[in-house]
């Protein structure tokens, strides 16, 4: 009887979480301008006008050029940092480690308030490129993470061998520690990439006046009407946010069981 009604309310819980989603993509195919049941018709009518909308595209351009860049990033410095948490033994690495990983232990929004205070104090103003580092502060925990696990399960003695025949320590990181670690950089830096692309509570601290993202964008268009297109934005969203950490997750399986045979 314990066992038949906890499994009835973890459906309940799925059912009030999915739910929504499922909705409002069923509504971005709603032939009718109007969101309601029973849909009148099945249309990519709004799907066609998202793609019309240049304020849209121009969200999404920068979405995508400030998710490529803080992925870039976030992946450079969070192989560089596991690197020296895992392979040196550096003075106070447990409490580096910590100040890395404390972003996440932060709630996001008292992390943007910090930042933007901080900002102020400096007498900087917003900027694109604040917000950038503002993303990449936020995402870069998540690559160590994953970076890190990749790292500790790979045999020092792969390296130790590439030195003692003659490598250098830079050939031997881009020809043996590289390949070996990429699944985990390419899924950190899917990670970051998704993250940051879906952000929308510390961008709208960070972000500078005229600079909108497709989170943002959401935001904006909700103040004034519920139209449409946001439904297809949102699926456009959904899809994307779900779709690229599957396909990550995917690769990168794949590519460590390349590389484990």
Known sequence: MGWSLIRVYTVLVYLF????????????????????????????????????????????????????????????????????????????????????????????????????????FLSINKSFFLLLMGHVIFTLPFVILVVQARLVGIRRDYEEAALSLGASPVQTFFQITLPLLSPAVFAGMLFAFTISFDDITGTLFWKPGGVETVPTQIFAMLRNSISPEINALGTVMIFLTVGLPLLGLAIARRMAMQRGG
Request: hydrophobic share 60%; aromatic share 10%; net charge positive.
């Open 17 to 120: 979480m999915f739910l929504p989603v499922a909705v409002v993509v069923l509504l971005s195919f709603n032939a009718s301008q109007f969101g309601s049941f029973p849909m009148t018709g099945l249309s990519f009518r709004w799907f066609v006008e998202l793609a019309q909308n240049e304020a849209i595209l121009r969200a999404f351009r920068t979405s995508i050029l400030l998710g490529a860049l803080t992925a870039v990033i976030s992946t450079t410095l969070g192989v560089l940092a596991s690197l020296a948490l895992v392979r040196y033994n550096i003075a106070g690495r447990n409490l580096i480690s910590t100040l890395l990983i404390a972003p996440i232990l932060v709630p996001e929004v008292v992390l943007a308030v910090a930042l933007l205070l901080f900002l102020n």
